[in-house]
């Protein structure tokens, strides 16, 4: 357990030849010996667990994306480098470590379904790890690696949910990041399968033949961590990280430690290491009150840090592992505060397609966020979280559920009147002398998306 680099290993790529001498297009002549079922069982041996935050088991997802023949229509991928979970930097890092893993990973999954046509997913504001993937693309296509796929950039906006695949597919289809009903397996890009209480979409479907078009969408970490799967098999990558968990992470700390960064552990690795190796612990008189994995999974308390930074060993202490981003608050945080700033995020970024998520969100917003002072009526906001994610497309409110229901034990014992420590939960916009600059745009943000002064 501790540092292992997989993914982040040596200087940064910055040319095709040398990625080739690190062993990058091994895996693609690989899998022409293996054939598309050999690599198919290797990813799936491998354990490898989604790196977008839910992490459902990679092999599995490839397998129900392949299911049914050529009757489904075409296949598409998608590689998610939307990047908005608050507290998570390493999509942005690996791409500038080395983008061509990734588009190495991004065509061996398309290859191994079929598709032609692939996508990377990058919000517009990431101009710079746009530019890295486009000249990694350029060059393994001009080498002719795989030559009949095609890689898109896709430019999304800055929203929280266009990291979400069901509102990531609606913009690469030119509309805005709104959920749509089904998951991507079920109802892919470009289908012309009409589909219940949303827009009818584009269609470039043969009229008469309904296609659902089976759409795979992976984290930018997980179809990294294809090409050294498939050049040293699934056996090899269990090695690593646990049984349940098989592998390396790559975590970013922020928040109130000394330092800010990213670092690549193996799965499993206590998450009070994480913390000490990329934060540098605690500025001199601080300690930890309060850790958050993103902001999809219950608080973790000074008692919990000793946990393995495992999805089973997270779940098991009723939290998650989320994708890895841990941020820390001190001895100073206000529970309220936190809470409040937690949810003020959820509310904003809300899209209000489902009612009881956007009212939801936004009445426990205003509860929590109670003039100093005033005590916050924490019957009402246990009642209201029971149904904020009532009918939801998506799982944003069930994040508020899983966040705020967490801190509400250290909200009861919490004296009113702590100071208030202007907390901002947003997304990291960039890395610089190891401290990360927070969005601040998000305190302009209002609920209907547009900025105040
Ligand atoms: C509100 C919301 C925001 C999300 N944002 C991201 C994101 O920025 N990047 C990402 O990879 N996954 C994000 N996800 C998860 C994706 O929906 C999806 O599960 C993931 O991209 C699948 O890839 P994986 O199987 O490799 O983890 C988000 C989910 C939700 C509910
Ligand atoms: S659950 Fe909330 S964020 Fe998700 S689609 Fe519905 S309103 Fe939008």
């Known amino acids: 357990m501790g540092v292992h680099r997989l993914l982040l290993d040596g200087p940064p790529v910055t040319s095709l030849d040398a990625y080739i001498e690190r062993g990058g297009g091994r895996a ?62 390493k999509d942005r890092f690996l ?10 990973g991004l065509l061996l999954s398309a290859w191994v379904l079929g598709a032609r046509r692939t996508f ?21 296509q001009a ?25 990531l597919l609606e913009v690469i289809e030119g509309e805005d990041p709104l959920p749509r009903m089904l998951p991507p397996y079920l109802y892919g890009l470009f289908t012309n399968n009409p589909q219940m209480g949303w827009s009818a979409g584009s269609s470039t479907g043969a009229v008469g033949q309904v296609a659902s078009n089976p759409t795979l969408v992976n984290n930018v970490e997980t179809l990294s961590a294809i090409p050294s799967i498939v050049r ?28 800010h960064g990213v670092e690549e552990f193996e ?28 902001v999809s999974n219950p608080v973790l308390g000074p008692d919990d840090l000793e946990v393995g930074a495992s999805y089973e060993a997270m779940s098991e202490i009723g939290s998650g592992l989320g994708t890895g981003g841990f941020i820390v608050f001190d001895d100073r945080t206000d529970p309220v505060e936190l809470a409040a700033a937690v949810s003020r995020f959820l509310y904003v970024e809300s899209c209000g397609q489902c009612p009881a998520c956007k009212l939801g969100c936004e009445h426990l917003t205003s509860l929590l966020e109670s003039p100093s002072g005033v005590a916050v009526d924490l019957g009402v906001v246990s009642g209201r979280l029971s149904t904020v994610a009532d009918a ?30 202007d907390l901002l939960i947003t997304k990291i916009v960039d890395l610089a002398d190891d401290r990360f600059t927070l969005d601040a745009r998000q305190r302009q943000k209002r609920p209907d998306w547009t900025y105040g002064s």
Not at 238 to 259: K, L, N, Q, Y
Not at 268 to 285: A, F, R, S
Request: net charge negative; glycine share 16%; hydrophobic share 35%.
């Open 232 to 259: 040293n098999g699934g056996e090899w990558y269990r090695s690593f990280g646990t049984a349940e968990s098989p592998g390396t992470i790559v975590c970013t700390v922020s928040g109130d430690t000394r330092r």
């Open 95 to 104: 791409i500038r470590h080395n983008p061509y893993q990734l588009v190495e």
């Open 143 to 167: 080498a002719g690696w795989v030559p009949d796929i095609a890689v898109e950039l896709v430019s999304g906006p800055d929203e929280y949910l266009f990291g979400e695949e069901k509102a």
């Open 392 to 421: 939801s497309r998506c799982y944003l409110p069930t994040q508020e559920q899983r966040v705020i229901q967490s801190l509400l034990p250290s909200m009861r014992r919490s004296r009113t009147g702590a100071e208030r420590r």
């Open 120 to 140: 990377v997913a990058l919000k517009r504001s990431f101009s710079r790890e746009a530019a890295l993937v486009a000249s990694a693309v350029e060059e393994i």
């Open 28 to 89: 693609i002549s690989k899998a022409r010996e293996l054939g598309v079922g050999g690599v198919l069982d290797e990813v799936t041996l491998s354990g490898l667990r989604g790196r977008g935050g839910a992490g459902f088991p990679v092999g599995l997802k490839w397998q129900a994306i392949a299911a049914g023949g050529d009757g489904v229509g075409e296949r598409f991928v998608v590689a998610n480098g939307a990047e908005g979970e608050p507290g998570t930097f």
């Open 267 to 294: 799965l499993g690795t206590p998450v009070v290491e994480i913390i000490e190796t990329v934060g540098g612990g605690m500025p001199h008189g601080r300690d930890v009150a309060f850790v958050l994995s993103g």
